[in-house]
């Protein structure tokens, strides 16, 4: 789990290679918790919701969340082509995610399928 965790950082620019699921998904399922729980202490400290702002403290927390996403959106846009790659598929696959619905459920699927021996090593 660490260790997929401390992969997926080490490759935040790496859009070529390969990604197996636990490198996948184990990321993606700590970056919800911490992003809830970060979020739950900023609002609890503020006392009132990140999107506000009302003075140059919350414009500020406002910046450097919006830093925090951006990096946390290229790392994870990293990973999913990286996951792609290892179930031997285009990184241009990615752009199914974008049909409603039905994009979602097949890029949701193309995660879970399991690694074949690929062209991307």
Not at 6 to 33: E, H, L, Q, T
Not at 45 to 57: A, E, K, P, R
Not at 73 to 99: N, Y
Request: glycine share 8%; aromatic share 16%.
């Amino acid at each position: 789990m660490i260790e997929s965790y401390k992969k997926f950082w080490d490759n935040i620019f790496n859009f070529s290679g390969v990604s197996g699921r636990a490198d996948y998904w184990w990321p993606i399922i700590i970056n919800y918790i911490l992003g809830g729980i970060i979020l739950a202490i900023i609002q609890a400290i503020t006392g009132h919701s990140i999107d506000s702002i009302y003075n140059f403290g919350d414009l500020t927390v406002a910046w450097g969340r919006n830093i925090v996403v951006l990096l946390v959106w290229i790392a994870t846009l990293s990973v999913k082509v990286r996951r792609l790659h290892d179930t031997d598929r285009s990184g241009w696959w990615i752009l199914i995610d974008l049909i409603p619905l039905i994009g979602t459920i097949w890029f949701f699927i193309l995660m879970v399928l399991p690694s074949k021996n690929s062209r991307w090593n």
